[in-house]
């Protein structure tokens, strides 16, 4: 493996880092019990990757097994317990527990445990994932119950295939 190609071509170095501070308000709440800081996004990193930390209020909840065509997703627990699949078993995610999942691998996440839970996702690359995280806060939000046609319009838009 070598280093990919070079991206930036000037002579020197530039200011150009940007900081999201830990005690900043939610970019996004999806329903009650979700909230969602974009930190770094895919339009914020050149594509490169996106960032976002995931804080699960104490209902259950989370996705479905699911696998993407374009993207890798990596899971970082922070806080709590997150129950993370790896596509062949389930696995009580505490504080420092990652699970990375490459193009095509099954994969969930599920907040069961009745108390609050926060990790990292990362996606590379960085894949638009914010309009999937709006448009599930735009259903929750408006409580329209969606047709199983509908959510699989939804997922298949959002580069998200349900097992």
Same mark, same amino acid.
């Given at each position: 493996?070598? #280093?990919?190609?070079? *991206?930036?071509?000037?002579?020197?170095?530039?200011? %150009?880092?940007?900081?999201?501070?830990?005690?900043?308000?939610?970019?996004?709440?999806?329903?009650?019990?979700?909230? !969602?800081?974009?930190?770094?996004?895919?339009?914020?990193?050149?594509?490169?990757?996106?960032? #976002?930390?995931?804080?699960?209020?104490?209902?259950?909840?989370?996705?479905? @097994?699911?696998?993407? &065509?374009?993207?890798?997703?990596?899971? #970082? !627990?922070?806080?709590?317990?997150? *129950?993370?699949?790896?596509?062949?078993?389930?696995? =009580?995610?505490?504080?420092?527990?990652?699970?990375?999942?490459? =193009?095509?691998?099954?994969?969930?996440?599920?907040? =069961? %445990?009745? =108390?609050?839970?926060?990790?990292?996702?990362?996606?590379?690359?960085? @894949?638009? *994932?914010?309009?999937?995280?709006? /448009?599930?806060?735009?259903?929750?939000?408006?409580? &329209?119950?969606?047709?199983? /046609? /509908?959510?699989?319009?939804?997922?298949? *838009?959002?580069?998200?295939?349900?097992?």
């Amino acid at each position: 493996m070598s #280093y990919p190609e070079p *991206r930036y071509f000037a002579e020197h170095g530039e200011n %150009s880092g940007t900081f999201a501070l830990a005690d900043r308000s939610p970019d996004l709440t999806i329903g009650t019990n979700t909230q !969602v800081h974009y930190l770094a996004t895919g339009g914020t990193t050149n594509g490169a990757y996106g960032l #976002y930390r995931w804080e699960m209020g104490p209902k259950p909840g989370g996705p479905s @097994a699911h696998f993407h &065509r374009t993207m890798t997703e990596s899971f #970082y !627990v922070l806080s709590g317990t997150i *129950r993370l699949f790896n596509g062949e078993k389930w696995a =009580e995610g505490k504080p420092g527990d990652f699970l990375f999942v490459p =193009e095509g691998g099954v994969h969930a996440f599920r907040n =069961e %445990s009745g =108390e609050p839970a926060t990790m990292l996702i990362l996606f590379t690359p960085g @894949a638009p *994932r914010e309009s999937y995280f709006e /448009e599930l806060a735009a259903i929750a939000e408006s409580g &329209r119950q969606l047709t199983p /046609e /509908e959510w699989t319009d939804v997922y298949l *838009r959002h580069d998200q295939y349900m097992v």
